[in-house]
């Protein structure tokens, strides 16, 4: 069973800058098509962005386009999610996601494709 291990939440005023970082305790970050996903009390899991596994296609949310950069590091075997000009509103708890299938890319935003989940990483943006 392939573990996904988060880090790099805290606390950031506004406008202020985040990185997090997520690594597959087995097989290289490359193989899967990988994705972030946040969450708030009360609300649905809402998909952030995705990045494809063979083409190394990016897909962002609306709200963080611009802002956020989805990206990953095949020799430290490290997905990133660099996060700028943070806003109140993206305060949530990040997971990070994967999967090896590489059949669902046109469902990149849809957390049921994922098989493998990390423990989530919390990120609060003080205003």
């Known amino acids: 069973q392939v573990q996904l291990v988060e880090s790099g939440g805290g606390l950031v005023q506004t406008g202020g800058s985040l990185t997090l970082f997520c690594t597959p305790s087995?097989?290289?970050?490359?193989?899967?098509?990988m994705a972030w996903f946040r969450q708030t009390p009360g609300k649905e899991r809402e998909f952030v962005a995705a990045i494809m596994s063979n083409s190394g296609t990016r897909y962002y949310v609306d709200s963080v386009k611009g802002r956020f950069i989805i990206s990953r590091d095949n020799v430290k075997n490290r997905l990133y999610l660099q996060m700028r000009r943070l806003k109140p509103e993206d305060t949530a708890v990040y997971y990070c996601?994967?999967?090896?299938?590489?059949?669902?890319?046109?469902?990149?935003?849809?957390?049921?494709?994922?098989?493998?989940w990390g423990q989530g990483t919390q990120v609060t943006v003080s205003s």
């Open positions: 996601a994967a999967t090896e299938d590489t059949s669902t890319e046109s469902r990149y935003d849809d957390g049921t494709v994922y098989d493998y």
């Open positions: 087995e097989r290289t970050v490359s193989t899967f098509a």
